[in-house]
C-alpha cells in the first residue's frame, strides 16, 4: 500500500503536465497553420504531409508521457470501490432533441448511460453484426463492452497504449472472440485489410502524428470498411483532419457536431466522476481532464473553438 501511494503522490505533477501538453497540442493545431481552411481544399500531397509539422518534435516522448498520464488513470480508478466496474472515460451524450441514429433504445435509468450512449451514437446504423471490428484506443474497454453488450460481431480487437488499461480489459472483458493489444495507434499490429470496422472514440487528440493514424486505420480495413470516429480537436485542426482522410481515400458518409450534447452531459456527470479519482489530485488538472463546466477544456468547446464531431467514413471499395 505505501508503495501505492508513493506511486499516486508522484504522479499528480505527471498529469499536470500532460494536460497542459494536451491543451497546448489542440491550441496549437487550431491556430498555428496559416491559410488552413483554404489549404485543406487545395493541397497537394507534399502539403498534406507538411502538416505533420505542427506534431511535437520528440513524439516518442510525448507517448510515454500520455502511457504514464493514463497508466496512472486505471490505477487509480481500480484502486476504488467500483473499480472493476469503471469502463469509460469519455465525456458522454446527452440528447437534446435534434436527430439521433443509435439503433439502440437505452432505459430511463442505465449505469454510464450518457457514456453508453456516446458510444452508441458513434456506432449509428452501422451494421455491425458478424464484423470484424478493431478498437483503437480502447482504454478501459467501453466501447468493447457496449459491442459486446448489444450487437453480434464477428471478432473483436481492441488497442490502447497504456499497459494498465490492457491488463484491466483482459480482466474485465474476457471473452473468446475479443482479443486486446498493448500498442501504438500510429503503427497497428494488423494485417491490411484485416478488419472492417474501425471504431476510435475520444482519443486521437493525444496521437502526436494523427494523420499516421488515420493511414494505419485506412490500411487494416477492407474495401468498403467504415471508420466510426470521434473526438474533439481546434475547429479548424477538424477540417484539415477531415480534408486529409478524403485525401487518403476515405468517403465521408456523415459528418455530425455534437459538441451541444458533450457540454450537456459534462453538466451533468463530470463533478460526480472525479469522486472516483484520488482526492490528492490537483484539482484544476482533474476539471480539464473530465471537462467539468468552466475548466479550459469546457470553455474551449463552449466558445466554438472546439468541435466535438462524430464522423462516419467508408474506405473505398
Same mark, same amino acid.
Given at each position: 500500500?505505501?508503495?501505492?501511494?508513493?506511486?499516486? $503522490?508522484? /504522479?499528480?505533477?505527471?498529469?499536470?503536465?500532460? !494536460?497542459?501538453?494536451?491543451?497546448?497540442?489542440?491550441?496549437?493545431?487550431?491556430? $498555428?497553420?496559416?491559410?488552413?481552411? =483554404?489549404?485543406?481544399? =487545395?493541397?497537394?500531397?507534399?502539403?498534406?504531409?507538411?502538416?505533420?509539422?505542427?506534431?511535437?518534435?520528440?513524439?516518442?516522448?510525448?507517448?510515454?508521457?500520455?502511457?504514464?498520464?493514463?497508466?496512472?488513470?486505471?490505477?487509480?480508478?481500480?484502486?476504488?470501490?467500483?473499480?472493476?466496474?469503471?469502463?469509460?472515460?469519455?465525456? @458522454?451524450? &446527452?440528447?437534446?432533441?435534434?436527430?439521433?441514429?443509435?439503433?439502440?433504445?437505452?432505459?430511463?435509468?442505465?449505469?454510464?448511460?450518457?457514456?453508453?450512449?456516446?458510444?452508441?451514437?458513434?456506432?449509428?446504423?452501422?451494421? !455491425?453484426?458478424? &464484423?470484424?471490428?478493431?478498437?483503437?484506443?480502447?482504454?478501459? @474497454?467501453?466501447? !468493447?463492452?457496449?459491442?459486446?453488450?448489444?450487437? &453480434?460481431?464477428?471478432?473483436?480487437?481492441?488497442?490502447?497504449?497504456?499497459?494498465?488499461?490492457?491488463?484491466?480489459?483482459?480482466?474485465?472483458?474476457?471473452? $473468446?472472440? #475479443?482479443?486486446?493489444?498493448?500498442?501504438?495507434?500510429?503503427? /497497428?499490429?494488423?494485417?491490411?485489410?484485416?478488419?472492417?470496422?474501425?471504431?476510435?472514440?475520444?482519443?486521437?487528440?493525444?496521437?502526436?502524428?494523427?494523420?499516421?493514424?488515420?493511414?494505419?486505420?485506412?490500411?487494416?480495413?477492407?474495401?468498403?470498411?467504415?471508420?466510426?470516429? #470521434?473526438?474533439?480537436?481546434?475547429?479548424?485542426?477538424?477540417?484539415?483532419?477531415?480534408?486529409?482522410?478524403?485525401?487518403?481515400?476515405?468517403?465521408?458518409?456523415?459528418?455530425?457536431?455534437? =459538441?451541444?450534447?458533450?457540454?450537456?452531459?459534462?453538466?451533468?456527470?463530470?463533478?460526480?466522476?472525479?469522486?472516483?479519482?484520488?482526492?490528492?489530485?490537483?484539482?484544476?488538472? *482533474?476539471?480539464?481532464?473530465?471537462?467539468?463546466?468552466?475548466?479550459?477544456?469546457?470553455?474551449? *468547446?463552449?466558445?466554438?473553438?472546439?468541435?466535438?464531431?462524430?464522423?462516419?467514413?467508408?474506405?473505398?471499395?
Amino acid at each position: 500500500m505505501a508503495e501505492f501511494e508513493k506511486r499516486i $503522490a508522484e /504522479l499528480t505533477p505527471e498529469m499536470r503536465r500532460i !494536460v497542459a501538453e494536451k491543451a497546448r497540442m489542440q491550441l496549437r493545431a487550431g491556430g $498555428a497553420r496559416k491559410n488552413e481552411s =483554404t489549404t485543406v481544399a =487545395t493541397a497537394t500531397k507534399e502539403e498534406f504531409l507538411a502538416l505533420d509539422a505542427a506534431s511535437p518534435s520528440e513524439p516518442d516522448e510525448s507517448k510515454a508521457s500520455y502511457k504514464r498520464f493514463y497508466d496512472g488513470v486505471s490505477e487509480q480508478l481500480s484502486s476504488n470501490l467500483f473499480g472493476r466496474f469503471s469502463f469509460f472515460l469519455n465525456y @458522454g451524450y &446527452k440528447p437534446d432533441g435534434q436527430p439521433e441514429y443509435s439503433q439502440i433504445v437505452l432505459p430511463e435509468q442505465y449505469i454510464n448511460k450518457n457514456s453508453v450512449k456516446l458510444v452508441l451514437e458513434v456506432i449509428g446504423d452501422c451494421p !455491425v453484426d458478424g &464484423k470484424r471490428v478493431l478498437d483503437v484506443g480502447c482504454g478501459r @474497454g467501453g466501447t !468493447v463492452h457496449v459491442l459486446q453488450t448489444f450487437f &453480434k460481431p464477428a471478432g473483436i480487437q481492441a488497442l490502447d497504449l497504456s499497459t494498465r488499461a490492457i491488463d484491466f480489459c483482459r480482466s474485465a472483458h474476457k471473452r $473468446a472472440d #475479443t482479443t486486446f493489444y498493448e500498442g501504438d495507434a500510429e503503427s /497497428l499490429p494488423l494485417a491490411d485489410g484485416s478488419v472492417d470496422i474501425v471504431t476510435n472514440l475520444e482519443s486521437s487528440h493525444s496521437y502526436p502524428n494523427i494523420n499516421k493514424f488515420y493511414s494505419e486505420v485506412y490500411r487494416v480495413l477492407s474495401p468498403g470498411g467504415q471508420f466510426l470516429y #470521434t473526438d474533439t480537436l481546434a475547429i479548424q485542426h477538424m477540417a484539415t483532419c477531415i480534408g486529409f482522410l478524403q485525401f487518403i481515400g476515405f468517403e465521408l458518409e456523415r459528418d455530425r457536431d455534437i =459538441t451541444r450534447n458533450v457540454l450537456l452531459s459534462c453538466n451533468e456527470i463530470a463533478a460526480t466522476r472525479v469522486q472516483a479519482f484520488d482526492s490528492r489530485n490537483d484539482p484544476g488538472l *482533474m476539471q480539464n481532464f473530465l471537462a467539468m463546466p468552466g475548466s479550459q477544456v469546457y470553455q474551449e *468547446m463552449q466558445s466554438g473553438r472546439w468541435t466535438y464531431r462524430i464522423l462516419k467514413l467508408r474506405k473505398r471499395a
